[in-house]
């Protein structure tokens, strides 16, 4: 992820990295710069990777939150965009989004450019 605004190119801030299995997207790594958390970067990731996910056949997108002294900001990324807890380990918590049942919108100040993907498109919030 790269984000560029009025005030200037923030470079790459972010990578999220997914994995198929039946209907089940599993998200395998979500790294964000501190530099970009807060300002719905997030909410636009989640939502494209779930909007992706629903188009490929996944019912579930899901990811664990394993709590550090360094991702503590994002304790409650998960649960602020509708996963619930499903699982609970001693190093974590496994969340789950219903794909087939929310839906997690991309702020509308938010224009995403996906220059690789598989349908080379700009995409743009419906308003």
Known sequence: MRVRDRFGDNGIVGVLITKNTDDVCEIDTF????RVIG???ETAML??????SRATGANLLQGWFLP?????????LYASHQ??????EKDGTLWSLDLTEADIP???????????????????PSA
């Open 31 to 34: 790294l964000l710069s501190c």
């Open 39 to 41: 300002r719905t970067i």
């Open 47 to 52: 939502g494209f990777v779930a909007e992706k």
């Open 68 to 76: 550090t002294k360094k991702n503590a900001p994002v304790k409650e």
């Open 83 to 88: 996963f619930r807890p499903i699982a609970s």
């Open 106 to 124: 991309c702020p509308e100040w938010i224009r995403l450019h996906v220059p690789n993907g598989p349908n080379h498109a700009e995409q743009q």
